[in-house]
Nanobody, 117 residues
Framework: QVQVVESGGGLVQPGGSLRLSCAAS????????MSWYRQAPGKERELVAT???????NYANSVKGRFTISRDNAENTVYLQMNSLTPDDTAVYYC???????????WGKGTLVTVSL
């Protein structure tokens, strides 16, 4: 059974850090392009960061220099290290796995990140 499960969200103060994890099961994520998206209240879902199966990374301008996406193929897990968090980073964060040529597209259920005093 294919599953994508996010974890690591929570409440953090402005300026703090969190590390999100995305654990895959039922497939090998090393063959997939992995991304983190987020959706803030009342806003559309937006792409935060992407890592290809070759290790190339790309980030939204709003998180460049603060967030780092990485993957551990041995653990079948992708991470999002988030530093210098601000209230604007408050959102539900979703993990996405895509393999375009095989039309495979998997989503997790999300993990809530709240940045507040």
């Amino acid at each position: 059974q294919v599953q994508v499960v996010e974890s690591g969200g929570g409440l953090v103060q402005p300026g703090g850090s969190l590390r999100l994890s995305c654990a895959a099961s039922g497939f090998t994520l090393s063959s997939f392009v992995m991304s983190w998206y987020r959706q803030a209240p009342g806003k559309e879902r937006e792409l935060v960061a992407t890592i290809t199966n070759g290790g190339y990374t790309n980030y939204a301008n709003s998180v460049k220099g603060r967030f780092t996406i990485s993957r551990d193929n041995a653990e079948n897990t992708v991470y999002l290290q988030m530093n210098s968090l601000t209230p604007d980073d408050t959102a539900v964060y979703y993990c996405n796995a895509v393999r375009v040529l095989l039309r495979m597209n998997y989503w997790g259920k999300g993990t809530l990140v709240t940045v507040s005093l």
